[in-house]
Structure formats: C-alpha cells, structure tokens
C-alpha cells in the first residue's frame, strides 16, 4: 500500500509537464462553453445538409421544383394545417406552386452558406492585405490606407449593390453564376473594410514586440516578417471576426434577396421565400415562420460561436 | 427572488406577444363590416348594382401603370377602350347594358345605324347636331373623317386601325397603303379606284368599302373612330392632351401617377342616349404594387380596379368573409390566356417539338396560379366561347389526368422531332404580379419531360411593342414561348383571329402574330370571313379557323380567363361592360 502510493507519487514528480499550444488552450476552453458547442454543432450540421441537399432530398422523395399540386385547395393553398405539412412534406408546401419547403430550404441554405462564406473568405483576405499593410508600414501608407477604409465603411452599400445588380439584369444573355459571382464579388469587397481595421490595430501593436525587434536584427527581410512573424500572431483575431463577419453577409445576401436582386427564382434563397411568403403572409402564415426561423437561428448561431470563439482566445476581452 | 423576477418577466413577454400577435392577425379581420345593401356576388355579371340617380362624388379607381396610349386611335389595351368611354363618343357605341344586351352597338353620336346599299359596300351614317367638345367647338362630320385618316400616318401606331387601313384605301401587295396620312398629305385622302373613300356631306357620312365587311358596325364603335378636332391634333404626342368629345374631360395627367377626370360642360345627357354618368371627378392613380391595391380595395380606400381583378390573396379574404364576397364578381370574359410557341426559333420550327410543349403543359398548375376555378375555365381551344362559332369542348391535344400534362404523348412528340431528351427553349415574360410564378410552373411543368428553359424578363411598357410584338428581336433573342392573354377586338371570328393569325397582320412593332403565323389556309378563311354575310356560314368558317390554327400548333391556350373583382359598397350603377372584356364601365358608375 505505502509501496504503490509512493511510487505513483514519485511518477507524478518525475513526469514532464507538456506546454501546450494557444491554439490547444483556446479549443479546451471553446469545448467547455456549452452556447458555442451547440452552435458549432449546429454550423456544421447545416453546413453538411447544404452541401448533401441534392443526397437528402431524394432520400426523402421531394425535391425543389416539382409541384404537387394535389396538395393545394382549388385557388392554392395548402389544404391541411401548417401550410400543408405532412409525412412526405415535413415543412409544408408552397402556395400557389406546391413546391417542397424542406427541400427549398436546403437548397437555398446552399446558396445563403455559400455566397456568404465565399464572400467572408475574400473579405478576410482583402482585410488581412489591407490591414497588415496599413500596420506595418505605417507613415503615408497607412494613411493612404486608412483614408481609403473610411471611404469603403461610408459607402452605401446596399443602394450600390442594388444598383449593379439590377443594370446586370438588363443584360440580356448574364447566367445565373455571373450572379452569383458578382454577389460574392460585392458583398466580399463591401464588408472587408471592418476586419481591415481590426487588423491593422493588432498589427501596431504586434509590431513593436521584441520578436519583430529580433527577427529585423537577424536580417529577416520584410515579407519574412510579416508571413512568417506577424501573420500566425494574428490568426487568432482573423478567426474570431471572420465568425462573426459571416452572419452579417448572411443577412446582406438575404436582404438582397428579398429585395429581388438576389439570386433569380427558380433558384431558391432565404430571402427570396421570404418576399414571396410575406405577400400571402395572411394565408398561410407558417410558409414565412420556416425560412424566417431557419435565418434567425443560423445567423444568431454564427454570432454565438462568434463570441464562443472570441473568449476562447481571450477571456478577459470584455463584450 | 429569482424565480418571482422570473415568472414576472415571462408573463410580460407573453402579453407583449399576444398583443403584437393580436395586432398583426386583427389586421386581417378589420375589414369585415355590414353587408352591404343592394350587393350580392357576380349582381355587376348579370345586371346593374345599386341602381340610383343620384349624381355627385369622385371616383377613387386604381391601375397598376399608365394605359398605352390615351389617343383614341393608338389604344389596344382591352380596359383601356373601357376608360375610353369616359371622354370620347364614336358614331356607335356598345350600350350600357350587362351581359349580351352590352355586346351590339347603337348610334352614339349618329342619329341612327348606318345604312348598307351596293352589296354592303356603301354604308350611310348621320351625325347629331350640336354635339361639342371640352372646347366648346361643335363635333362635325369632317372631324370623324380626320380621325380616320390620321390613322394612315406612320405617327398614329399601336392602335386596332389594320381593320380599316385597306378597307378604305388601295393597298398594295404587301398590305401597305397609298394614302399617306394628313400630316404627309394635308391635301390627299384615302382612295378607292380613284374616288374618296368617305365622303362628308353636312353632317352625313358616306364610306365606300373596298368589299363589303360584315362586322363594320363594330368598327364604327371603337374609338378609332371617335371624332378628333384637326387643329388640336399634335400626332404622336395627342395622347398627353386628348380633347373630349364624352362626358368627362382630362383635368390633369401624369403618366407615372395617374390621371384625373371631371366632367365636360359641353356635354349633354339630352343628346346621349348611351351613357348616365354620374360622379362629378374620376381619380385613377396608379400603383404598381398590386398587393397594396388589394389591401386598400379590401379597406374600402379604393372602389376598384379598372385594369384588372385582385390577387389569390385577397381572393381568399373574399371567399372566407361573406360581406366581401358580396361585393365581389366573378366574371368569364373575352379573354384566352395561352402560350405563343414562336415557330421561327429552332427547334420549335419542328412542329413536333411544338406539340411536345402542348402536351407536357400543366394547365391546371397554371390555373391555380391565376386562382383556381375563380381564375379561369381550362381551354383545349384557342377560340373563346364569346365568339360566336366557338366550341369550348374542342380539344386536339388531351391535357392528361387532371389536365395536368400528358407526358406520354410529350414523349413521342419528342422522339418525332429528333429531341428525345428534351431541348433548351427561351420564355419571354413580365416578372410583376403573377407573371414569374406563371414562369415558375410552366419551367417546372416542361423539365418533366426534359425541356429545360431560360428566363428572358421583359417590362411592361414595351413587352408587346417591341419584346414579343417584334419578330426580329424574338429572332434575335431567341425568345421560344410567351405566356400571353388575347381578346376579340369585336365579337366574331374575324375581330378574334386577324390580328394573331393572319400572315397579312405581321408588323414589325407592336405585332400581335407573335408566331409569325402565315397559313394560306388560315389566310383565305380570314380575307373572305367578312365578305360573307350568313351568319350560319360564318360560324362554319369560324370553327374551320379555329380547327387550323390549333392543327399548326403555334398558340397552346390553357384557360378562358375569368377575373375577379372586388369593390367598394358606396358605388352605384355598377356594371361590367362584357363586349370589351368585362371591366367595370367607369363612365357609368357613381357613389352614394
């Protein structure tokens, strides 16, 4: 008895202790906040479904254009409760089309997740450029930069990007992927200037640490510097606004959407259902709960994941 | 403590839930109020609602955008010829009668019908004295003679004039007058053989026809023919200062907001034995968003629409509150909805590509979209049963269970035009109200045999001009099929099919053959329809034309459409004119 305790007590002294990682001490404390795991869970469950949509739908029998019109009443709503929902149509009907709202919905979960995280990646990429330039350098650079932020953060976007979206609807022969590109192109280089900014706070901060002193001392030439040095310092931040950016475009894309500048029906969108819905809103009003909720909880678990993330790298960060 | 706080905050969120639930669905429920005296559903349909002499108050009507033109001569929208009523008189005119009684004209500004020597080919027409304008200036003879010939200059476009252009001029060949037009010609006019074609005497009119044209009365009563004073003419801009020979003039108007209309003080009920005005102003305004439109018909802001019924929407609120529907009509009008399928766009210049749209069509999915059986009555055939020689019954192309689509039969059309996967086609279409859910289904309706088509949008002010209504763009876009409504421009075969159906009414803009249709078959039937003076002979031809154009698959109807209205209860004398596609006839209606 003595013999073991002493032992386990010498094992316990003799063991090395094991550093670990920010990156390892930021996911401990992420997996204990329970809000950010359930919402990742969910992200990544929403994400999987969109990218399955086409797997999913089939499985189930439905599908985003086919009308079934036995459904509706003579002039077009669902005949049942609920806007039509039944076991074959788990989230109802469309009015007037009959079309599947569940498979709708995943199908424009598909477009909502991919033009948003397409467009937070380039606006995360424009940002970091922009911004460990302008933090970096500093001198006319930065102000040239800076000057140029203030512009971006004062324009107004949503009239712009209406603007272009409707003159490329005049153009006669424009597929629906120039849409979308343009989409992405918009919302990306609309909403870039935010975590610019941020970064280029951190980066003037980081600068004037002694391991930039070091590395300039060692010779290492700016670009060394800046990818080697600055940027793995930085991935922290850039990952908690990337997070929190993407709710934002999110709610852009469905805005626009909604307005009818969008992606074009029959491609379906959350914002898109949503103008359609509200028009017969009276009607059948659980056609307009279903994608409103479906935005409402994606964006609200984006932004606690954001916070989850935010904490997970920083603690004493006060909200 | 906690709990109590607890408790307490969730009781006032579920009370600040119940009341903004309360509010947003009670919205709904305002509107429901007594039933209105003297209404019932569809009494507008089969007679005069709320009869009453009394005279005073202003209209409050709306459209969704400006009418094509306010010429007389350059209108061709079907309500639009209805608000025509309200400010020009012609020599004939449709009386104020529901039903069948409305659809025969009798003198308006003439003492009496005209009279026909010479086979039918001379026809006699006086005019009343003492009739005036807003300008105080008397109508004469002379001014409907004016009024005709303007229609003859390239300024005076997109009105229903092909009817008379080579009836009273020599045409050549191609269709083409000699006669110039007064603007070009102040010194010409149009001639038959050499000699005037109208002839003025006084107040008497003499028209001599190239052949005799059996349906002339009805031409005398649309407002081509209504009387247009030469020294206020301006051409192609009349229509901002149209000078009123009815009982209502023009007190302003704004082709983005709307027009106002008080009455005439030169016009007299004792010389007008058509129309009973009796409100002292007409608002119309125009609002594109027909929602909006709805909700304040619905409120009883509005009295109705002149261009049109309300959406499923408020077709719902009709049919659920009973004091609603009371003041609501359902009518059939002159209207076939259908689909153009354009025959010089490939593949669909291989009939049996063509036919495989025929019968992969969902034509009730379409219909529920326009609201179901109180949106339209399913059609095999283009010729609508307010033609006299229809047959409703007749279908060539079996629309399949439910009317849904035969897809067996889209198949072998398919195989038979070489396509057996299907093809890529084009749609043309309008994407306000209705018109992109239209799209939606008919998409959905032809990729269930494999035929996949693209999205053109058009806007509404120049889809018929020079979208659709040019065969070169459709050419040159590639425009395959068009979603498109057309009524008779009079009752008879004739005033249904010439302008869609004959080779000799292909225009370069503002074309209504949008297929470019040019059926030598079809041609000789239409050239000697009104030549023909039996009644019994004509409604063989009638079905003859009708069996052609349906044998060439160019035009693919879905339904007869029925519109359905909803208005105010303070109106009276309300009624729907049923010969110009059963629209409230303004000129008529007043308010309590």
């Known amino acids: 008895m003595m013999k073991s305790a002493a032992a386990t007590a010498q094992a316990v002294a003799d063991a090395p202790v094991k550093g670990r990682s920010l990156w390892a001490i930021a996911w401990g404390r992420l997996r204990r906040d329970k809000v950010a795991m359930a919402s990742l869970i969910f992200i990544i469950l929403l994400t999987l479904a969109a990218i399955f949509a086409p797997l999913i739908t089939k499985w189930m029998g439905v599908d985003p254009t086919s009308q079934d019109l036995n459904v509706l009443g003579d002039i077009g709503f669902p005949k049942g409760p609920w806007g039509g929902v039944s076991w074959k149509h788990i989230l109802g009907v469309e009015p007037q089309l009959g079309r599947d709202i569940f498979a709708r919905l995943l199908y424009g979960a598909r477009i909502s997740l991919g033009i948003s995280l397409s467009a937070t990646v380039i606006s995360v990429v424009l940002g970091v450029l922009f911004g460990i330039t302008a933090g970096f350098f500093g001198g006319w650079i930065d102000a040239v930069i800076s000057r140029f932020l203030d512009v971006m953060l004062a324009f107004p976007v949503l009239l712009f990007a209406i603007a272009v979206l409707v003159i490329i609807s005049n153009i006669p022969h424009a597929p629906n992927y120039f849409r979308i590109v343009l989409l992405i192109l918009i919302i990306g280089v609309f909403s870039f200037a935010y975590p610019a900014r941020i970064i280029r706070g951190q980066t003037i901060s980081l600068r004037e640490r002694e391991f930039v002193e070091a590395s300039t001392s060692l010779g290492a030439g700016t670009s060394r510097i800046l990818f080697s040095e600055l940027l793995p310092n930085l991935a922290a931040p850039i990952l908690v606004y990337a997070t929190l950016i993407i709710p934002v475009n999110i709610i852009f894309e469905a805005t626009l959407s909604f307005l009818g500048v969008g992606v ?9 259902m949503l103008a359609d819905a509200s028009t017969v809103f009276q009607a059948d009003p659980f056609y307009l709960v279903v994608p409103a909720v479906a935005l409402f909880v994606t964006v609200l678990a984006f932004n606690l994941l954001g916070d989850g993330v935010r904490d997970a790298f920083d603690p004493k960060s006060t909200r | 403590m906690t709990k109590t706080r607890g408790l307490r905050a969730l009781v006032s969120v579920g009370v600040a839930t119940g009341v903004i639930a309360a509010g947003l669905f009670g919205a709904g429920v305002a509107t429901a109020s007594t039933r209105p005296a003297g209404m019932t559903f569809n009494g507008a349909v089969t007679g005069v609602e709320n009869p009453s002499a009394k005279t005073g108050g202003t209209l409050k009507l709306a459209a969704i955008g400006d009418c094509d033109s306010w010429d007389p001569a350059r209108t061709y929208y079907g309500y639009c010829w209805v608000l025509q009523r309200i400010f020009t008189r012609s020599l004939l005119a449709y ?68 009817y008379l252009t080579c009836l009273l001029d020599t045409c050549d060949k191609n269709g083409l007058a000699q006669y110039q037009g007064p603007y070009k010609q102040p010194s010409n006019q149009p001639k038959l053989g050499g000699k005037p074609s109208i002839v003025v005497s006084g107040n008497t009119l003499t028209f001599h026809l190239a052949s005799p044209f059996s349906d ?23 229509t901002n200062h149209v000078v009123s020979s009815g009982p209502f003039e023009f ?17 007299s009920q004792a010389g007008d034995p058509v129309v009973h005005p009796h409100a002292t102003e007409i608002d119309l305004n125009y609002n594109s968003d027909a929602t909006a439109t709805d909700n304040a018909i619905l409120s009883s802001q509005v009295d109705y629409s002149v261009d049109g019924g309300q959406q499923t929407p408020a077709l719902l609120t009709a049919l659920g509150n009973p004091s609603i529907k009371a003041r609501s009509d359902n009518p059939v009008t002159i209207f076939t909805r259908y689909v153009a399928v354009m025959q010089k766009v490939a593949p669909l210049n291989n009939i049996h590509c063509r036919k495989a749209i025929f019968y992969a069509i969902n034509k009730y999915a379409l219909r529920v979209i326009r609201g179901g059986s109180y949106g339209g009555q399913l059609a095999g055939t283009m010729m609508n049963p307010s033609v006299p020689g229809s047959n409703a019954n007749y279908n060539p192309y079996p629309d399949g269970a439910g009317s849904q689509g035969n897809l067996v039969a889209a198949k072998a059309e398919l195989a038979a035009c070489g396509q057996p996967n ?13 018109g992109l859910k239209i799209y939606e289904a008919l998409q959905s309706a032809l990729a269930r045999v494999g035929i996949h088509t693209g999205s053109k949008q058009g806007v509404a002010a120049t889809f018929y001009s020079t979208f659709i209504g040019s065969p070169a763009n459709i050419l040159k876009q590639k425009l395959g099929l068009a979603v498109v409504g057309w009524g008779a421009d009079f009752p008879s075969a004739y005033g249904f099919y010439q302008s869609i159906a004959n080779g000799n009414a292909i225009l370069p803009a503002g074309n209504s053959n949008y297929v470019s249709l040019n059926d030598p078959k079809i041609n000789k039937l239409l050239d000697s329809f009104e030549a023909t003076s039996s009644a019994s002979t004509q409604a063989k031809m009638a079905s003859q034309i009708d069996h052609q154009v349906m044998a060439d698959a160019v035009y693919l109807p879905f339904q007869f459409d029925k519109t359905f209205y909803i208005h105010t209860s303070r109106l009276t004398n309300l009624y729907l004119q049923a010969a110009l596609g059963s629209y409230y006839d303004t000129v008529n209606a007043g308010v309590q």
Not at chain 2, 253 to 261: F, M
């Open chain 2, 422 to 434: 299907g093809f890529y086609v084009n749609v043309a279409y309008v994407p306000t109200g209705r």
């Open chain 2, 251 to 267: 007190k302003s108007y704004n082709a983005t907001t709307g027009v106002v209309w008080v009455r005439n003080p030169f016009w």
């Open chain 2, 216 to 238: 002339f009365n009805n031409l005398l009563a649309m407002s081509v023919t209504a009387p247009v004073p030469a020294k206020n003419d301006t051409g192609a801009t009349y």
């Open chain 2, 95 to 162: 009386p104020s009668k529901p039903g069948v009684a409305g659809a025969v004209p009798v003198p308006d500004l003439a003492t009496g019908l005209p009279k026909y020597t010479n086979g039918g080919k001379t026809v006699t027409i006086t005019l009343k004295k003492g009739q005036k304008y807003s300008t105080g200036a008397v109508i004469t003879a002379g001014d409907i003679k004016y009024a005709i010939e303007r229609t003859y200059s390239d300024q005076i476009t997109g009105g229903p004039v092909s």
């Open chain 1, 264 to 272: 074009q029906p029959p491609t379906p969108s959350w914002g898109g």
